[in-house]
């Protein structure tokens, strides 16, 4: 059967069930903004014609950037459907507008939406973190109008899933009954620990310029995100890591990470976040046992976790990163933040550690007693792995579960 994916990045969230449908022998196709090719999937490329309004009512702003993005996806999709393509199902990711027009081309066409992260004033990321919080009246509105499009998305589709149970709780309750609870799955056979990892044949170059060696007795702590960013407690790790390394002698930090902004507010200008807070305790730190990466290839981000002795993954309440997974797939101890949705999958003493997110001197005892006592914590390790085994690997768990809608919903098509 015929089947559109319609994501401004695919294939994002996707990458695994776009090609296991169309190794299925269904006629799949992509629509994107970008230009990366997945094999046995045609993907058409569509544009936006013009940028937000300069002098548009700046409470419209976003809504408008939505627009503009649903309105060059609409003009790739009516030319779709003049070459005779007419999909049974279309699965999309609301989150960038491209789905307002959608059923406007495609009336008969069911949608299976991809469910993110819904916005709210309390409970979540807004106004959490007090360095940040500007919840005054007119930020209030802004978050408000921030899901004007995904309610209307919510309104046309017929099923879902989002990642996490914490997720889809953030979704108004009376579309509960159509949100399924799916991560995008783990693929547990490929993260993995490593049996014959050598750790003396790594080297890396610290934030002096200076190239160093591992050795075995090295004490390796991880910290990885995309970009280095507040969402995602960059500020709050910092600040911890002088009296980490102050407690721990044999350590070293290993961060792994950009220099953009993923979400929240964009750091001054001129400056990055990661400058920010490296500038605010960099005279406090051994930079000679710190190294910063930038944005690592997959295969070599697996080796970083490889090497890690204690893995740190801070959070606001926002989405969970495949990072917090991936790591304790690695067999990693990992601290995190207690923030939902961490704290859906990391118990307590059991699979990993939790620390409030704010609490500087906690997260530096949790690290310590990882770093100084690892015999511990070898059972924890263990439990971290079967955990994502158990719960969200990619061929045993989230793709059959993700292949099983698409069926029922392709069954109900025909």
């Given at each position: 059967m015929k089947i559109l994916?319609?994501?401004?990045?695919?294939p994002g969230q996707f990458k695994h069930l776009a090609p296991a449908l169309s190794q299925l022998g269904h006629d799949v196709r992509a629509l994107t903004m970008n230009d990366r090719r997945v094999p046995g999937i045609q993907s058409t490329k569509y544009s936006v014609k013009q940028?937000?309004?300069?002098?548009?009512?700046p409470l419209a702003t976003d809504f408008e950037t939505k627009l503009i993005r649903a309105e060059g996806c609409a003009q790739a999709l009516k030319k779709l459907l003049e070459s005779g393509f007419y999909p049974d199902l279309v699965i999309a990711h609301p989150g960038w507008g491209e789905t307002?027009?959608?059923?406007?081309?495609?009336?008969n066409t069911k949608q299976l939406h991809f469910l993110e992260?819904?916005?709210?004033?309390?409970?979540?990321d807004v106004g959490f973190d007090p360095e940040f919080d500007n919840i005054y009246t007119d930020a209030s509105f802004r978050v408000t109008v921030k899901n004007a499009h995904v309610l209307m998305a919510l309104n046309d589709m017929d099923r879902a899933y989002a990642p996490t149970q914490w997720q889809k709780s953030r979704y108004p309750?009376?579309?509960?009954?159509?949100?399924d609870v799916i991560f995008d799955g783990i693929n547990t056979s490929e993260v993995k620990p490593s049996t014959n990892f050598n750790r003396s044949q790594v080297s890396l170059k610290n934030a002096n310029g200076q190239t160093r060696t591992l050795h075995e007795g090295d004490q390796v702590i991880t910290f990885v995100n995309r970009n280095l960013e507040p969402y995602r407690g960059y500020h709050v790790f910092m600040r911890a890591l002088p009296q980490i390394l102050k407690k721990n002698p044999k350590a070293i930090v290993i961060i792994v990470g950009g220099d953009a902004t993923s979400y929240g507010s964009a750091p001054p200008p001129g400056k990055t976040w990661k400058s920010v807070y490296l500038d605010e305790v960099k005279d406090r730190l051994d930079l000679s046992r710190v190294?910063?990466?930038?944005?690592?290839?997959?295969?070599?981000?697996?080796?970083?976790?490889?090497?890690?002795?204690?893995?740190?993954?801070?959070?606001?309440?926002?989405?969970?990163s495949w990072s917090c997974l991936e790591a304790m797939s690695m067999e990693c101890v990992v601290v995190g933040s207690d923030t939902?949705?961490?704290?859906?999958?990391?118990?307590?003493?059991?699979?990993?550690?939790?620390?409030?997110?704010?609490?500087?001197?906690k997260l530096s005892d949790q690290i310590t007693k990882v770093l100084v006592s690892p015999n511990d914590f070898l059972q924890m390790r263990k439990n971290a792995r079967q955990t994502v085994v158990e719960r969200y690997d990619l061929h045993a768990m989230s793709l059959p579960r993700q292949l099983a809608i698409v069926e029922e919903m392709l069954q109900e098509s025909k």
């Open positions: 994916f319609i994501h401004q990045n695919f940028s937000t309004s300069k002098t548009i009512f307002m027009f959608l059923k406007d081309i495609f009336p992260f819904y916005y709210n004033n309390t409970g979540g309750k009376a579309f509960h009954s159509k949100i190294f910063f990466l930038g944005n690592l290839a997959y295969e070599h981000y697996l080796h970083v976790l490889r090497l890690s002795d204690c893995h740190v993954y801070l959070t606001y309440p926002f989405v969970l939902p949705p961490v704290a859906e999958v990391i118990e307590h003493g059991h699979n990993g550690l939790l620390v409030d997110f704010f609490d500087i001197e």
